[in-house]
């Protein structure tokens, strides 16, 4: 039997039948650290649910309790009930590398002997016994494990590491007396006030997310804040409202059914946190509906347009998203387009967050050019590259690479269409123009795509 190390009060169901399992069938002298934190130098906190320590190699993992058909690529994967959740091979991935960080800053040798070498190896365990991966990413073969028979996949993954020489078994009780000294990650609350919580959506930031449940069955997001460490008045006040940026928007776009309707915020554990419930919107975002069925080439003009009318509705109201993508515009079930996800927004007559944005909601490849460096450069013609952005990938099913660099969506588009379609790509190729003056307003575009209509 494997060591292990939890506090079952912070772990997920999921997490404790996962550690049960690798407690009972990884080797004994390996050692499994359930529910820890990573704080770097700067301050950025990142979770973890497992660290396993092998012979050879030292194994960052996420466990996901996901059941049915898991469908998805390299940035997202969606589940059975059709939510998209951002890909668990790209968390584990960023966790594993500040990890291997912190153990050649930590534990002294760590760095000379193994340098550049990649001992700390990501990995996702899918613990429910019915999930089925159906996921278009080429790592999934190598770093998506099922919880069952996964003790076989981390024994081959040491032994391949022993034969290529990258090993920390000179380092390795160095190495776990460093890692069992890792703060404790918060626990997942079973209930807050009036709410069960159903499931963990992760930390973005210093925000915490929830999928929970109202006592009357309601089904909801729960966003929890923590309360800013400034005591002065006028700091605390500035940091309180840029925590609360998607509240407070949220708020200012009652009445105009284009974003999801929050309920006021409350707080909790004796004043420490800020809860903010958000409404689910009834219907999929564009990755997970393209992700679940072909594009329907012929809908794109009416989306597209439906979805500049919705942009055109927020800045009328003086918002700006700054932070449009995939997986933060919805088709809803009643055909309209909705935006959710309004962390870093900017809004009329308020303190900017520029400077915030990135600790708050961290860089987006769909960023508009102007704002990969700094998100304090958005305008009104963001967003219209953004938005126009993510319904190219829905056409196309191309996404920008990880440096936000796009690909030729104009040209597939062109592809798609033909001769027919070269009004409706111009439009879109304006949209995308490097320089933001040249965009054209979003209810320009709406104009415009009003008149191709078939």
């Known amino acids: 039997m494997a060591h292990v190390i939890l506090d079952a009060d912070v772990l997920t169901p999921g997490e404790l039948s996962a550690a049960g399992y690798l407690e009972q069938n990884l080797p004994a002298d390996w050692l499994v650290i359930v529910g820890r934190e990573l704080v770097h130098p700067t301050g950025a906190v990142r979770e973890v649910d497992f660290i396993v320590v092998g012979e050879h190699l030292v194994y960052a993992v996420e466990e996901k309790a996901w059941w049915g058909k898991l469908f998805g690529n390299d940035r997202a994967w969606v589940l059975s009930s059709g939510e998209s959740r951002r890909s668990p091979l790209n968390q584990a991935g960023t966790v594993a590398r500040p990890l291997a960080g912190l153990l050649r800053r930590g534990v002294p040798g760590v760095r000379?002997?193994?340098?550049?070498?990649?001992?700390?190896?990501?990995?996702?365990?899918?613990?429910?016994?019915?999930?089925?991966?159906?996921?278009n990413d080429p790592r999934c073969d190598r770093h998506v494990w099922m919880l069952n028979g996964s003790e076989q996949r981390f024994a081959e993954r040491d032994q391949e590491a022993r034969r290529s020489r990258v090993s920390i078994s000179r380092y390795r009780d160095a190495i776990m007396d460093y890692l069992t000294g890792l703060p404790q990650r918060p626990e997942v609350p079973a209930r807050i006030n009036a709410y069960s919580i159903e499931e963990s959506l992760g930390a973005t930031g210093p925000i915490r997310a929830y999928a929970a449940r109202h006592e009357d069955g309601t089904r909801l997001t729960l966003k929890l804040l923590p309360r800013p460490g400034s005591l002065s008045g006028a700091v605390f006040e500035a940091e309180k409202r840029a925590l609360l940026r998607e509240y407070d928007t949220l708020r200012e776009l009652r009445g105009l059914d284009i974003a999801p309707s929050c309920d006021p915020y409350f707080y909790w554990q004796d004043d420490a946190i800020f809860v903010v419930p958000i409404a689910a919107l009834a219907g999929r975002t564009l990755r997970a509906h393209r992700t679940l069925s072909p594009p329907e080439t012929e809908r794109f003009v009416t989306l597209l347009s439906g979805a500049f009318e919705s942009l055109a509705a927020l800045h009328a109201a003086n918002v700006i998203h700054r932070s449009l993508g995939p997986d933060r515009i919805w088709i809803c079930d009643d055909g309209k387009i909705r935006f959710s996800d309004f962390v870093v927004s900017r809004l009329p007559d308020t303190q900017t967050i520029?400077?915030?944005?990135?600790?708050?909601?961290?860089?987006?490849?769909?960023?508009?050019?102007?704002?990969?460096?700094?998100?304090?450069?958005?305008?009104?013609?963001?967003?219209?590259?953004?938005?126009?952005?993510?319904?190219?990938?829905?056409?196309?099913?191309?996404?920008?690479?990880?440096?936000?660099?796009?690909?030729?969506?104009?040209?597939?588009?062109?592809?798609?269409?033909?001769?027919?379609?070269?009004?409706?790509?111009?439009?879109?190729?304006?949209?995308?123009?490097?320089?933001?003056?040249?965009?054209?307003?979003?209810?320009?575009?709406?104009?415009?795509?009003s008149r191709l209509h078939p």
């Open 354 to 449: 520029a400077d915030m944005a990135d600790y708050i909601d961290p860089p987006d490849p769909y960023r508009a050019p102007e704002c990969r460096m700094n998100p304090g450069f958005a305008a009104a013609a963001s967003d219209v590259y953004c938005l126009c952005a993510a319904f190219l990938y829905w056409l196309t099913g191309q996404e920008p690479d990880e440096y936000g660099k796009p690909p030729d969506w104009i040209g597939a588009a062109g592809e798609v269409f033909g001769r027919s379609g070269r009004k409706l790509v111009d439009v879109c190729a304006r949209c995308l123009e490097e320089d933001e003056r040249k965009r054209p307003t979003a209810e320009k575009v709406a104009s415009l795509l």
């Open 112 to 135: 000379k002997a193994l340098g550049g070498a990649h001992f700390v190896y990501a990995a996702v365990l899918l613990s429910a016994r019915n999930a089925e991966l159906h996921v």
